[in-house]
């Protein structure tokens, strides 16, 4: 059983970061490609980062430069640090592991950006 546990979601003021968290258990960690996605009210989940078992990332646009996404393979856990942060960021982010054709996901941390 692959559990997925993030952590590190609140509120923040425009400008401000926040750093998440995604710690895995039950799983090879090491052989997962792992993603963040955020879903904001009303609207689709979408992709905001991404990493390989190799560690090359890739990022929505809208996130490029003020976002980066890591892992520590030997902690079991991903990042995302989220820097120059927007009120359109508002949205409950949620971790993502894949392999072969297993799809696992986090119960998603809340992240609200507002004055």
């Known amino acids: 059983q692959v559990q997925l546990v993030e952590s590190g979601g609140g509120l923040v003021q425009p400008g401000g970061s926040l750093r998440l968290s995604c710690a895995a258990s039950?799983?090879?960690?090491?052989?997962?490609?792992m993603g963040w996605y955020r879903q904001a009210p009303g609207k689709q989940r979408q992709l905001v980062a991404a990493?390989?078992?190799?560690?090359?990332?890739n990022y929505a646009d809208s996130v490029k430069v003020r976002f980066t996404m890591s892992r520590d393979n030997a902690k079991n856990t991903v990042y995302l640090q989220m820097n120059g942060l927007k009120p359109e960021d508002t949205a409950v982010y949620y971790c993502?592991?894949?392999?072969?054709?297993?799809?696992?996901w986090g119960q998603g941390t809340q992240v609200t950006v507002s004055s």
């Open positions: 039950g799983a090879i960690f090491r052989r997962f490609d």
């Open positions: 990493i390989t078992t190799g560690g090359s990332t």
């Open positions: 993502n592991g894949k392999i072969l054709w297993n799809d696992y």
